[in-house]
């Protein structure tokens, strides 16, 4: 209203020439003067994600264990993901650095590393950097940055005695320049945004249409960005899906800052049980993961299917052999070889190690359903390395485990083991490698082709989803969305909503 009297009365009184030179004046001094602030070096340096790594105390030596470079237990992981970024138009270099340090009160450096160079290049200037940690403050490389180049530094801390929610800061100092810690750009002079509002109210209708077509630009740009909500919600379950489910929770987050999102590691079953016998207060605030359809939790709603998740055999780098018959396998888990010259007559003579997952994995289920067509042969060893009394010698040895990441260990660190995992966390895991099924690897095309080892991800509410809380309706629209379907495709799992909107047969089709 306001912009479209004062163009009508601009244009009477003096013309559509004048309210064109009123308007190139103030446009003109308006840039000018950002121009001018813009000079400056200017650094943004926030901290996007500070959050436990979300497993339940009650069972985390159990279920959930994380470990340091030399396979020791770290208590109350932690992750902080701070991002470094010149937003000025001033190259910014390694001498105008005063202060550069990430600072977190109470708590302890485990490891820390770069991701997400732009450019690229600018990886290899942090090639020779020596991080300094095991203390509450970690120091950052003084890099030459160029306008808009950044990087992004990954922490992993202990926040064993820290108490709850602790802080995480961004502590920089530029010589000459300023520094950002709340905002992807500088703050703007006030000088200048009194021109952009002349400027605006100027324009006019022009102004209006502009921005109408900006926003329709925004929207399609933005499209699978999430509908914010508040609160906090709980999302427990399958430990091979719980990493790019922790990581989609990060990212939600940084969207929505009202929101907090903890991801447990717990297992199929664990999560869908503690969904079933969560207090009814806490049951709407609550998701769990699942590697496939469980029955007996008749409360429970499978609300969203959301990948595809494909399953590999994986056995001790030392180990030889690279393709078995399904035939073979099924013999292996079912306790039926104990020597690895039984399953491939060229390898050498070795025990074979059976590293499996427990009775209430998502895992093992598939396997058991898809594979083995049938049981897999109970443990006889609880430490992976000696028989359990009373167990005969010629048994071969088997062990169970409670997660994925207990498996890759074992299994790593065991001569003729072998176990089976997701196929994304086997790519990520040195010291073990994959074995093809009967030719075929544990690859989405192989499965479209009859690869056997897979199932779907399935994404389980209390009840209808749209009656729970509004958070946990805005997480799981966001886990089928756009950009959580891209994120999840770059890790291996094929979503159940294709790049298109149209539905993955795999994830629809009944298997035989």
Same mark, same amino acid.
């Given at each position: ?50 959050? =436990? ?34 937003? %000025?138009?001033?190259?910014?270099? $390694? ?32 090639? +020779? ?12 490389? $003084? ?18 005695? *820290? ?7 961004? #502590? ?5 320049? %300023? ?64 990493? #790019? ?11 929505? +800052?009202?929101?907090?999102?903890? &991801? ?15 207090? =009814? ?13 469980? #029955? ?74 898809? &594979? ?25 040895? #088997? ?30 895991? =040195? %010291? ?17 082709? %009859? ?28 886990? &089928?969305? *756009? ?10 799992? *094929?979503?159940?909503?294709? *790049?298109?909107?149209? =539905? ?9």
């Amino acid at each position: 209203m306001v912009v479209s009297v004062l163009v009508d009365w601009l244009s009477a009184q003096q013309g559509v020439s004048s309210l064109v030179a009123a308007l190139v004046l103030a446009l003109g001094l308006t840039a000018f003067n950002q121009f001018q602030a813009r000079r400056k070096r200017v650094l943004s340096f926030r901290v996007r994600f500070n959050s =436990p790594l979300g497993f339940s105390p009650v069972y985390a030596r159990l279920v959930a264990r994380v470990m340091d470079q030399e396979n020791t237990h770290i208590a109350d992981p932690a992750l902080v993901v701070a991002r470094v970024k010149n937003v %000025g138009r001033t190259a910014i270099s $390694r001498h105008d650095y005063k202060t550069l340090e990430l600072e977190f009160p109470q708590r302890r450096t485990i490891a820390a590393g770069f991701t997400e160079e732009k450019p690229e290049a600018l990886g290899k200037e942090f090639k +020779d950097f020596q991080w300094q940690l095991g203390h509450s403050t970690l120091e950052l490389p $003084r890099v030459d940055l160029n306008p808009n180049e950044e990087y992004k530094v990954v922490v992993l801390l202990s926040n064993e005695g *820290a108490g709850p929610n602790p802080p995480a800061k961004a #502590i920089g100092r530029l010589s000459e320049g %300023g520094l950002v810690t709340a905002a992807d750009t500088p703050r703007t002079r006030r000088t200048t945004i009194a021109g952009a509002a002349v400027s605006t109210l100027l324009a006019g209708a022009l102004v209006t249409t502009l921005l109408f077509a900006t926003s329709e630009q925004k929207a399609g740009a933005t499209a699978s960005a999430p509908v914010c909500a508040s609160g906090e919600l709980t999302v427990e379950g399958s430990s091979a899906f719980a990493g #790019i489910a922790a990581h989609l929770a990060g990212q939600y987050m940084t969207y929505c +800052d009202d929101a907090r999102i903890t &991801v447990v590691a717990a297992g199929s079953f664990e999560g869908l049980d503690h969904l079933q016998n969560a207090a =009814p207060e806490q049951r709407p605030r609550r998701l769990a993961l699942a590697d496939g359809k469980f #029955i007996g939790f008749t409360d429970l709603v499978p609300s969203r299917g959301l990948a595809v998740v494909p399953y590999s055999v994986v056995v001790n780098n030392a180990v030889a052999v690279t393709d078995v018959s399904v035939d073979t396998l099924r013999r292996v888990f079912r306790g039926e070889v104990a020597n690895w010259q039984d399953v491939d007559a060229a390898a050498d003579s070795a025990p074979i190690r059976v590293v499996a997952r427990d009775d209430r994995s998502g895992s093992r289920r598939a396997l058991e359903t898809y &594979v083995l067509e049938g049981r897999q042969a109970g443990a006889t060893s609880d430490s992976c390395d000696v028989l359990r009394e009373g167990v005969a010698r010629s048994q071969p040895m #088997i062990c169970e485990q409670t997660t994925t990441s207990d498996v890759l260990v074992k299994v790593r660190s065991r001569a003729g083991a072998v176990g089976y995992v997701d196929t994304p966390n086997a790519l990520r895991t =040195p %010291g073990v490698k994959q074995v093809r099924l009967d030719g075929q690897a544990a690859t989405i095309d192989d499965i479209r082709a %009859g690869y056997p080892f897979w199932t779907v991800e399935y994404l389980y509410s209390w009840g209808d989803l749209d009656k729970t809380d509004p958070l946990t309706r805005s997480f799981a629209d966001y886990l &089928v969305g *756009a950009e959580a379907r891209s994120m999840i495709a770059a890790q291996q799992y *094929a979503p159940c909503v294709r *790049a298109d909107g149209t =539905p993955e047969p795999l994830c629809t089709t009944p298997r035989e």
